[in-house]
């Protein structure tokens, strides 16, 4: 190690050596060994060396803690785990020092990371613990590196690499893991919330997850072949509560249910060939209800269902209705906006039945400014304005004057022209998720700020439809590799590109 005078320092196995220089290529040597003095090295294995702010020589040992060597004193002091006190170090064997710009000395140990403020001269240790999906992956610490963003990478002796960032990561990533509170699996197929810190979330193949955002708990709910009351299916494709605050569940070929929190029980709404009034088919990909408090229910290849909470039966609307029916039977999406219409999104075309009237009005690909059919995701603004987001169509306003739209695409800025799941900000912008990273959109400046993988994003891939605003402004987006949360205002992009190290 040289320090800020240009000595050398070399640490072995038998002692500590500095190598001054003395002018003419020269050095002057000396060596430091184990001493049993107060003031002397504390041990001769000597694993790592820094220099603080006041040109100390921090020496990490093997088994003898850490001697601070003053060069003005020409003695050490040291630091050791106590026998006696939980405080200070949490082990003897020093494997890694750092000072971090911030002026922390973070520690790495044969059992645990400790970080010493010098403003405080207080220890915080850290330790993995198989109760928090959070904590460190492994006590036994190897190196610390701190990169050009503040950045702090962490390596373990068996437990990899972690990392922690300078400031809270703007992205929140909660993945499936081992540990209790775990989320049941990381591809997240849809989101809702219920209030401020409860968010449901469904999977495919791992049921309902009740998530309490506050406490970080995890309650879930899967289908149980011995039990009626369950789940009945644990490929969820559509939640939503509704005005009296009943919560409904779309399955994948397994109907519609109605989900009591307080109980956990699920009621089954299945398909029945012998009864016209039951919900038309299993596979339920979209639930809404419009301003007359009518809950519509759409599936995947059999229309449109709208249920009547009296006689707790359906209606069946299809491309072969008589009188009311709509244009393709694949529904992919629906709203019921604020001004009472109904927007219908299809695998072939978008639908709006306006408020009061009996029939649906379609909207065609390219003669009405769509540059696709098929439809994912539909979103009203706080001001009223109908978004829509389709496959290899991009983002769409609808322009209510003209009765058409004007679309975004990837010439305009945006990531991928497959929009998959939106959501609206505080601020008034749309983020839109899709299949190769998540846009922002500035809807009065009309431009797009992209955020990848680099950005701290799990995954450039994200589900369908799976997107949700909660009322303190956090916004969640479903991906195939976990469930994102992130308060908009705190993201920001890094313009460094870090910095390529081959080892």
């Known amino acids: 190690f040289e320090d800020s005078k240009r000595n050398i320092w070399v640490g072995t196995s038998t002692g500590l050596t500095c190598l001054k220089a003395i002018g003419n290529g020269k050095y002057k040597f000396t060596n430091f060994f184990s001493s049993t003095s107060a003031t002397g090295l504390s041990g001769n ?10 040109g100390r020589m921090w020496i990490g040992t093997e088994h003898e803690g850490i001697s601070i060597y003053d060069p003005q004193q020409n003695a050490f002091s040291h630091l ?16 890694k020092i750092i000072i971090s710009k911030d002026g922390r000395f973070w520690i790495g140990t044969m059992n645990g990371l400790n970080i010493y403020d010098p403003k405080t001269n207080a220890f915080t240790v850290y330790k993995h613990d198989d109760e928090n999906r959070k904590s460190i992956s492994d006590n036994s610490v190897k190196d610390i590196y701190e990169d050009e963003q503040g950045s702090i990478w962490i390596g373990t002796n068996f437990g990899g690499i972690n990392v922690t960032h300078k400031n ?60 009626a009351a369950s789940i009945g299916s644990n490929n969820i494709k559509a ?33 029945n060939p012998n009864d016209s009034t039951s919900v038309s088919h299993g596979y339920v990909s979209s639930i809404t209800q419009d301003r007359q408090g009518r809950l519509w229910i759409g599936t995947s290849s059999k229309g449109i269902n709208l249920y009547d909470y009296e006689k707790q039966n359906f209606t069946r609307i299809s491309s072969t209705s008589k009188g009311l029916r709509i244009s393709n039977d694949y529904i992919r999406t629906m709203l019921g906006d604020s001004k009472g219409n109904l927007w219908v999104g299809t695998a072939v075309g978008l639908s709006i039945m306006r408020k009061g009237s009996n029939q649906f009005e379609r909207f065609y690909k390219y003669k009405d400014g769509l540059t696709s059919d098929y439809i994912n995701c539909i979103l009203e603004d706080r001001s009223g304005n109908i978004w829509v987001g389709s496959h290899r169509g991009g983002l769409s306003k609808y322009l209510v004057k003209e009765r058409k739209f004007i679309t975004y695409t990837t010439k305009n800025g945006l990531t991928s022209d497959n929009v998959v799941g939106m959501a609206q900000d505080d601020e008034g912008n749309l983020w839109i998720s899709t299949d190769r990273g998540l846009s922002k959109f500035d809807i009065h400046q009309r431009n797009f700020k992209n955020y990848y993988v680099s ?49």
């Open 45 to 54: 294995s000597i694993k790592t060396i820094v220099e603080d702010k006041h």
């Open 80 to 95: 050791k785990q106590s026998v006696n006190s939980s405080e200070g170090l949490s082990n003897n064997f020093i494997r």
């Open 168 to 227: 809270a990561v703007p992205f929140q990533v909660d993945k499936h893991s081992k540990y209790r509170n775990s989320i049941s699996n990381n591809i997240i197929s849809v989101i809702a919330g219920l209030d401020n810190t409860h968010v449901l979330s469904g999977t495919e193949g791992s049921g309902l997850d009740f998530i309490d955002t506050r406490t970080g708990t995890v309650r879930n709910f899967q289908h149980n072949p011995s039990n």
């Open 239 to 271: 939640i939503f509560r509704d005005n009296k605050g009943q919560i409904w569940i779309g399955l994948y070929e397994g109907g519609l249910e109605l989900f009591d929190l307080k109980s956990g029980s699920f009621k089954h709404f299945k398909p």
């Open 455 to 503: 950005d701290g994003l799990p995954t450039n891939e994200f589900s369908y439809n799976a997107a949700y605003k909660a009322s303190d402004g956090t916004l969640y987006f479903g991906s195939y590799n976990g469930l994102v949360s992130f308060k908009p205002k705190a993201i920001s992009i890094n313009k460094n590109a870090p910095s390529i190290l081959f080892t």
